[in-house]
């Protein structure tokens, strides 16, 4: 079983729709969870932290986690196709230092 | 968000070289700074993590005397990829750690390596 579950996708949703990006992971206690977004060519960029139960909202985004389920969201409201790119789900480990990924969501928004 | 910089963004070489790069946190004092490296369209792949002063710790199957790292101050590390092959050729890309309560990385803009 992989540590941090992602579906790879593509997901694709039209311009303006809300898109649901979901992550998995198998450590029970994780403490720290990360959504970052890549583009392709580019480095990851950190675009949400969440680290308690419930959600979190940054602008069009919203973080969820739920520890019992060990189950982390990210929301994207009113999606446009500049939020095109791969999504890496992070979640810190045990060692409380290293980020370990998933596979990442390539999220595809059309025009 | 914290601002961490890499330089240079481009490098060719040739076979036999050495290659330094730079990672440098500008806005805040990185107590740990990370070392990935990207193949195209794969994931990134943890290196080595480096904690000022200290010496770095390799993942598994990374050569530590291939690719030397340097953290000697908490705004800077350095990867220096000795007697690079093409099968070295990468995208390379430093995060880095203030540390605090939930140890958010921030990454680097990344280096591209060309080794010819």
């Known amino acids: 079983q992989k540590e941090v579950e992602q579906n790879s996708g593509p997901l694709s949703v039209p311009e303006g729709a809300i898109a649901s990006l979901n992550c998995t992971y198998s450590?029970?206690?994780?403490?720290?969870f990360f959504w970052y977004r890549q583009y392709s060519g580019k480095s990851p960029e950190l675009i949400m932290s969440?680290?308690?139960?419930g959600d979190k909202e940054d602008g069009r985004f919203t973080a969820q986690l739920n520890k019992a389920s060990q189950y982390v969201s990210l929301l994207i409201r009113d999606s446009q196709p500049s939020d095109s790119a791969t999504y890496l789900c992070?979640?810190?480990?045990?060692?409380?230092?290293?980020?370990?990924f998933g596979t990442g969501t390539r999220l595809l928004v059309s025009p | 968000g914290a601002v961490v910089s890499q330089h240079p963004s481009r490098v060719i070489c040739k076979s036999g070289t050495s290659v330094k790069i730079e990672c440098r946190s500008l806005d805040f004092q990185a107590t740990t700074m990370f070392w990935y490296r990207q193949f195209p369209k794969q994931s990134l792949m943890l290196m080595a993590t480096?904690?000022?002063?200290?010496?770095?710790?390799?993942e598994q199957g990374v050569e530590k005397d291939k690719f030397l790292i340097n953290h000697a101050s908490l705004t800077l590390s350095t990867l220096t990829v000795t007697s690079a092959h093409p099968e070295d050729s990468s995208f390379y890309i430093c995060?880095?750690?203030?540390?605090?309560?939930?140890?958010?990385?921030?990454f680097g803009p990344g280096t591209r390596l060309t080794v010819t």
């Open positions: 450590d029970r206690v994780s403490q720290s």
């Open positions: 992070a979640v810190i480990g045990t060692g409380f230092q290293k980020l370990v």
């Open positions: 969440i680290y308690s139960n």
């Open positions: 480096s904690n000022e002063g200290s010496k770095a710790t390799y």
């Open positions: 995060s880095a750690t203030g540390g605090g309560l939930f140890y958010e990385q921030y």
